[in-house]
Structures are given as structure tokens and as C-alpha cells.
T-cell receptor, first 113, second 114 residues
Framework: GESVGLHLPTLSVQEGDNSIINCAYS??????FIWYKQESGKGPQFIID?????DKRQGQRVTVLLNKTVKHLSLQIAATQPGDSAVYFC????????????FGGGTRVLVKP | DGGITQSPKYLFRKEGQNVTLSCEQN?????MYWYRQDPGQGLRLIYY???????QKGDIAEGYSVSREKKESFPLTVTSAQKNPTAFYLC?????????????FGSGTRLTVV
């Protein structure tokens, strides 16, 4: 069935270093992927998305990589800042199921000064 | 500004009571969703609605009910049948025109049973 999972529940990063958050998915029919950032007590906020016909997409300080061969998604944050401390969720969409996103369990990123 | 508004931010419920969480959006989005989030956990889908006057159960619908009488509004009622309702509830909306499938989330309602 559909499932989206994360390899690391908590990631500690030194300020200024790059962060890499990983996500595995199991549904080969997924056609769209999205990363969200959730700060404590708030709703998730969109970071970046990628369609299944792409393998890389870049935003401001963030890059998402998609490897369909091994069903793996990653989010790279360049020059991590204290404001990047949050929980990050990946989500996948199976187009045939309508616009329903399935969310992973989340990874907490802690930025050390 | 367009957005999605949840109210109240904090809600306390006594045992056996029904409570209703409000969700309103002015983004003209067709679809709306309710998620439950427990501490340190991911998001679990309760109910969703892709069009007015229609909604479907998600993965954990038992003990919850919804209505979608207006495009802008998707209230969630937590009934007394929900045995463990203490959680953070998130409402979201989406519109997949022009290929944008992402959700816009509200700021959440934290429900506590007292």
C-alpha cells in the first residue's frame, strides 16, 4: 500500500553546515512530492515540490532530489540557519487517487550555534 | 490576504462532550482536509472533501464528523465516541488547477480533554 517514511527522526546540524533529510516512499505510482516545514505549534508550510518527471529541483537554499529507481526523496538545505530548526515532512501524491497527499512521519532538525 | 483560518487556537473538552473545530478558507480552493497530529508524530487524515456537499472518510474517521455546506467552510466535530481526542488538529485546502497540488495549512487547533 501507500507509505512514506523517513530514515532519521532527529538531525542535529551545526549552523552554517548543509542539512540532508531523507525520505523513502513505496508507491511507484506517486507522481508528485512535496516537502513541508513545521515549526512548533504551527501548521506546516510549503518548502518545495517536485514532479515525478524530474530528478532535481532547486529553490532558495533548498534542493529536492528524486530517485525513482530506489524510491527515495531528499531535501538539502544549504548553510543551515537557526531559523531552519523545525520538523520536516515529505509527502507523496498518487494521481489516480485524487489530490490526496500521504505524509511521512517527519524529521526534526536541530541547528546548533 | 488569502488564507485558511482555524479557530479556536486552543480548545478544552470535557468527557462526553461534542466539540466543533472551525476551518474557513478564502483561497477559492475546491478541496479541504482535516488531519490529526499527535506529539512527535506525523499527520493522519481524518476526513476530506473535494467538492461542496461531498466528503470522504480518511484513515481515522471514527469518532469524527464533518460537513461541507459551503466551499469556504469545512467544520470538524469531535464526538464523544472519539476515545482519545487530545491532539493537534490541522485543516488544509488545495486546488489542483494548473498542476499545483500542494496543500495550504491552517495554524491548527490544540484540543485537550479535561
Amino acid at each position: 500500500g501507500e507509505s512514506v517514511g523517513l530514515h532519521l527522526p532527529t538531525l542535529s546540524v551545526q549552523e552554517g553546515d548543509n542539512s540532508i533529510i531523507n525520505c523513502a516512499y513505496s508507491n511507484s505510482a506517486s507522481d508528485y512530492f512535496i516537502w513541508y516545514k513545521q515549526e512548533s505549534g504551527k501548521g506546516p508550510q510549503f518548502i518545495i515540490d517536485i514532479r515525478s518527471n524530474m530528478d532535481k529541483r532547486q529553490g532558495q537554499r533548498v534542493t529536492v532530489l528524486l530517485n525513482k529507481t530506489v524510491k527515495h526523496l531528499s531535501l538539502q538545505i544549504a548553510a543551515t540557519q537557526p531559523g531552519d530548526s523545525a520538523v520536516y515532512f515529505c509527502a507523496e501524491r498518487v494521481g489516480a487517487a485524487g489530490n490526496k497527499l500521504t505524509f511521512g512521519g517527519g524529521t526534526r532538525v536541530l541547528v546548533k550555534p | 490576504d488569502g488564507g485558511i483560518t482555524q479557530s479556536p487556537k486552543y480548545l478544552f473538552r470535557k468527557e462526553g462532550q461534542n466539540v466543533t473545530l472551525s476551518c474557513e478558507q478564502n483561497l477559492n480552493h475546491d478541496a479541504m482536509y482535516w488531519y490529526r497530529q499527535d506529539p512527535g508524530q506525523g499527520l493522519r487524515l481524518i476526513y476530506y472533501s473535494q467538492i461542496v456537499n461531498d466528503f470522504q472518510k480518511g484513515d481515522i474517521a471514527e469518532g469524527y464528523s464533518v460537513s461541507r455546506e459551503k466551499k469556504e467552510s469545512f467544520p470538524l466535530t469531535v464526538t464523544s465516541a472519539q476515545k482519545n481526542p487530545t491532539a493537534f488538529y490541522l485543516c488544509a485546502s488545495s486546488s489542483w488547477d494548473r498542476g499545483n497540488y500542494g496543500y495550504t495549512f491552517g495554524s491548527g487547533t490544540r484540543l485537550t480533554v479535561v
